[in-house]
């Protein structure tokens, strides 16, 4: 579903009121650097809200200069994370001459007469040299014997009393793997800053391995803010289920972090107490709220952010649904606080912008790569700001969803990923750049 015209005269209503009182109309705030004007939370404060693209560029910044903490963990653990020292072999690989197939280690021309009872196995202990003129029999992975001049595939050969004959033309060096044949000792096999792969954790292994130096993944504190929250059963009497607390802790995993708590705090006073506890001591490197951001009766966030001293790196962002979405430094930027706003497609906008390329920044991962496609039907588009709208991704085309609205997860539910639309909307078959969401393509390996 694409925006109905009342959706868009409503949109468009609120933008022009959010206009500044000089009548200025606010920049773009699709095509980077732009600042378009938010309103609600943003106008009330009277500030301008960040460009989309922007907001982005700071969260990702925001987690690349902040200080790395790095730890040595075993093998297994290190997967997802990201390589703090570089990755120098640690032995020559192969550290032996090794056989590359089964058949026989064979020395000088042939025919060989085979040396009886005395196969050369992987992972047997040196195997005595052999003479001009002999041959033993050998498996993959095997010490080759010295004086070995070429190893001959078993169904390349024939053996007839104690004879070896092999059916076609042996060449010296055949078929044996030397020794460093892919790395020496000390050679660099990975530079500080890689992602650890499954990939990567067999190469470490292999390269002699059992801990490796990395970042650890970012801690993440999810608060969830609201009385009208329940935890199960169904909505009821002006309540409804708490919506976020099952979809962003598997999500932060996804993305990278390590999710410390999930907490649900209050509307009350006391909500609003434990939350400036959580900003001012929390151990987590990133601290992320949800609700309470825009301007409402029980809107904690921005007055206990104030209380605490944190610097808003981001107050608003041009971008619907989430523009009440904020980034502040803590700490004097030994930690973060992402402030989601409360509408669940919302949260996922505001996880996208802000969470994903500051949890990826401070894991000391790089942006995630920018990728475009063209889109199957046309998108209308707020007047100012980006608009993020679900798709499913075909072999050709994103195929945008129903079901958009902020308060709204059935479209996100069936998306392969978010599409990012300009002001002023897309054509049919525009390129428009696609947002993965992590179990589709690009997760972290959890
Ligand atoms: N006067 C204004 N009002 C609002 C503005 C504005 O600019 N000025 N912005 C609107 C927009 S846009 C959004 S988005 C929301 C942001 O609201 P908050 O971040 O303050 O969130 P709440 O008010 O606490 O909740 C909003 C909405 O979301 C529901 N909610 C909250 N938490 C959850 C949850 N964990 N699971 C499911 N649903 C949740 C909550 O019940 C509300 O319906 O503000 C608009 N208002
Ligand atoms: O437009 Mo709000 O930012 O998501 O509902």
Not at 23 to 46: F, K, N
Not at 113 to 123: I, K, Q, T, W
Not at 258 to 286: F, H, K, M, Q, Y
Request: proline share 9%.
């Amino acid at each position: 579903m694409t925006f109905s015209d009342a959706e868009r005269a409503v949109e468009e209503a609120l933008a022009l009121v959010a206009r500044d009182p000089g009548g200025r109309a606010p920049g773009p705030s699709g095509g980077g650097g732009g600042r378009g004007r938010g309103e609600g939370a943003g106008t009330d404060r009277g500030h301008r809200a960040t460009a989309w693209p922007r907001a982005r560029e700071v969260a990702a910044r925001a987690g690349a200069v902040t200080r790395p903490r790095t730890h040595r963990v075993a093998l297994a653990d290190a997967l997802g994370e990201v390589l703090a020292a570089p990755l120098e072999a640690l032995t020559d690989l192969p550290s032996f001459d090794t056989s590359a197939m089964d058949g026989w280690a064979v020395s000088g021309p042939g025919p060989w007469s085979v040396r009886p009872g005395s196969d050369v196995l992987a992972g047997s202990d040196r195997p005595d040299p052999l003479t001009d003129g002999e041959a033993v029999r050998i498996a993959t992975g095997a010490r080759i014997p010295g004086e070995t001049t070429a190893v001959l595939r078993t169904e390349h050969s024939r053996e007839v009393g104690g004879q070896l004959y092999a059916d076609r033309d042996v060449l010296t060096g055949q078929d044996i793997r030397p020794r460093g044949q892919e790395c020496r000792s000390g050679d660099l096999l990975l530079p500080s800053g890689s992602a650890v792969t499954p990939a990567v954790l067999g190469l470490a292994a292999a390269a002699g391995y059992d801990e490796l130096l990395t970042r650890p993944r970012p801690r993440v504190e999810v608060l969830v803010l609201g009385d009208e929250l329940l935890t199960e059963g169904r909505p009821h009497d002006g309540l409804i289920r708490d919506a976020l607390s099952p979809m962003l802790g598997p999500w932060l995993e996804r993305i990278g972090a390590d999710v410390t708590a999930i907490r649900r705090l209050g509307d009350d006073p006391e909500g609003a107490e434990a939350l400036l506890r959580a900003v001012t001591g929390s151990a987590a490197d990133l601290v992320i709220t949800t609700g309470g951001t825009a301007s409402g009766p029980v809107d904690h966030v921005h007055p206990v952010l104030e209380r605490a001293g944190a610097e808003l790196l981001v107050d608003g962002v041009a971008v619907r649904p989430g523009h009440p979405m904020l980034l502040a430094r803590l700490d004097g930027g030994a930690r973060h606080l992402v402030g989601l706003p409360g509408n669940p497609l919302a949260a996922v906008s505001g996880l996208l912008t802000l969470a994903e390329p500051l949890v990826r920044g401070l894991a000391g991962r790089a942006p995630r790569p920018r990728y475009a496609v063209p889109v199957r039907d046309a998108v209308s588009g707020h007047p100012y700001d980006t608009r993020l709208v679900p798709v499913v991704l075909t072999a050709d085309h994103a195929v945008p969803l129903r079901y958009q609205g902020p308060a709204m997860l059935r479209g996100i539910a069936a998306a392969d990923a978010l599409a990012v639309v300009p002001p002023h909307g897309a054509k049919a078959g525009q390129d428009l750049e696609i947002l993965d969401l992590p179990w589709v393509a690009g997760g972290c390996f959890t």
